[in-house]
């Protein structure tokens, strides 16, 4: 091959600019690819006891890492020469229809994460097409958010006080403020051992120490709005100063059982989510006190560590109920693909807190947009690879998981 000399009408082509994007945030989200991506830049935008509060769990954290390892185990099974060029990642979800069979979970203390906090969220997924669940530990109260955005999609997530007349107080405000589905979490008997929180003196809110002083000349962006933005108010209570493990267990009642459900059904009428189930029995009891869905769940690794794993619980949650209640699982959920591979193991759809709360601190209300555009972009893409067209498709056995080690 004889070299030579490029002439200038060789490289103008190849020489092109694109246009400064001026704001820093778009810049930012538009780097990110992955949802690993946008956990990145959550770490370096956000106090260290902030984020680990988010990306923690309890314990040794072996509840969280199985949740990932499981969702490595699963292998889709392709079908090829199908058309797929155009899918529909639409499905219901508990009676109602989802751009994607995905659920946006109750997140406690979301503002503590973003000063834009549940609104902001709740605009991202009214964009989706998706259901918003507002925790009971949410920062935003149900009636602010309903002013705030009152079209999305809205659930209201509730504990079990140890003042049932308080709880019976969450239920008929969510009635009142038009959530068409209630979520009742149940794996919550006592608060779990989140050691990440311990070690760096996590408080609610986060107080100015000489540890947070230091940290906040790192991340002034993030004590800029927080000081200078209305004090945190939760959902369930106007004010509390302490650790997350003293709230928790002013909040969890320890002698919560299956008749609360029946006493639930006397206080809401409309659709039921039982949330935090892990056992088949346990799936049915609950389905049969009243639930319309249950959701497979060990509180992402928050609760009990070494617990089992909710994408390994699905087949035999399914054949228990699968015929009498739509069956939901979350817990390791971080792209489209994992989505698909949920569905495709026989899931409804899914749920995501900290995904979703990745983008809310990389980059605020576009940070999840920009996180739900990427979980979009990825599921249709594994559907289309996979060679179905709709999700009713992908739910017929088409992945398994792989024996642990092969």
């Known amino acids: ?3 030579r000399i490029p002439r200038w009408r060789d490289l103008s082509p190849l020489l092109t600019m694109k246009k400064f994007e001026i ?3 778009t810049r930012r989200l538009a780097r990110a690819v992955t949802v690993e991506d946008l956990r990145l830049a959550a770490r370096a935008r956000t106090p260290r006891a902030v984020f680990d509060y988010t990306d923690g769990g309890a314990g040794e954290e072996l509840s969280m890492a199985r949740a990932r390892t499981a969702f490595s185990r699963v292998e889709f099974l392709p079908s090829v020469l199908r058309d797929v060029s155009v899918v529909d990642p639409s499905t219901d ?5 989802a751009e994607l069979p995905l659920v946006l979970g109750p ?3 979301t503002r503590m994460m973003h000063y834009l906090g549940e609104p902001a969220v709740a605009r991202a997924a009214e964009r989706a097409g ?3 669940v507002l925790s009971t530990m949410g920062t935003t109260p149900p009636e602010r958010l309903a002013e705030e955005v009152p079209n999305v999609r809205r659930w209201f997530q509730l504990y079990l006080w140890r003042d049932r007349a308080a709880s019976a107080d969450f239920v008929q405000r969510a009635k009142a403020t038009g959530c068409d589905t209630l979520m009742l979490t149940v794996d919550t008997p006592v608060g779990g051992p989140r050691l990440r929180d311990q070690r760096n003196g996590m408080t609610i809110p986060p107080q100015l120490t000489m540890r947070t002083f230091f940290d906040g000349a790192r991340h002034p962006h993030w004590w800029f709005n927080f000081l200078f933005t209305e004090p945190l108010e939760f959902a369930s209570l106007k004010h509390f100063n302490g650790t997350v493990a003293e709230l928790s267990n002013i909040v969890f009642d320890p002698t919560a059982s299956f008749a609360d459900i029946d006493w639930l059904r006397t206080q809401w009428d409309g659709k039921l989510v039982i949330k935090g189930v892990q056992l088949p029995d346990d799936a049915a009891r609950a389905v049969a006190a009243g639930a319309d869905a249950v959701v497979i769940s060990n509180h992402g690794g928050r609760q009990l560590d070494r617990s089992p794993t909710p994408l390994e619980q699905l087949e035999s949650v399914l054949e228990t109920v699968g015929d009498r209640a739509e069956v939901y ?3 390791g959920v971080r792209s489209g693909s994992d989505i698909a591979a949920a569905v495709g193991l026989g899931a409804q759809g899914v749920m995501i807190g900290r995904a979703y709360l990745y983008g809310l601190m990389a980059g605020g209300e576009k940070g999840v947009d920009r996180v739900l555009e990427i979980m979009r ?4 893409n594994s559907m289309q690879l996979i060679g ?3 999700v009713d498709e992908l739910r017929k056995q088409r992945a398994r998981l792989r024996p642990p080690g092969v």
Do not use: C, H, N
């Not at 979800?93 to 229809?97: E, T």
């Not at 972009?377 to 249709?380: C, D, H």
């Open 130 to 132: 998706l259901p918003y």
């Open 93 to 97: 979800i508990v009676g109602r229809r």
């Open 1 to 3: 091959m004889k070299r």
């Open 329 to 331: 699982m979350d817990g």
């Open 107 to 109: 997140t406690g203390f």
């Open 388 to 390: 179905v067209s709709t």
């Open 377 to 380: 972009a990825e599921f249709i």
């Open 23 to 25: 704001s820093p945030t």
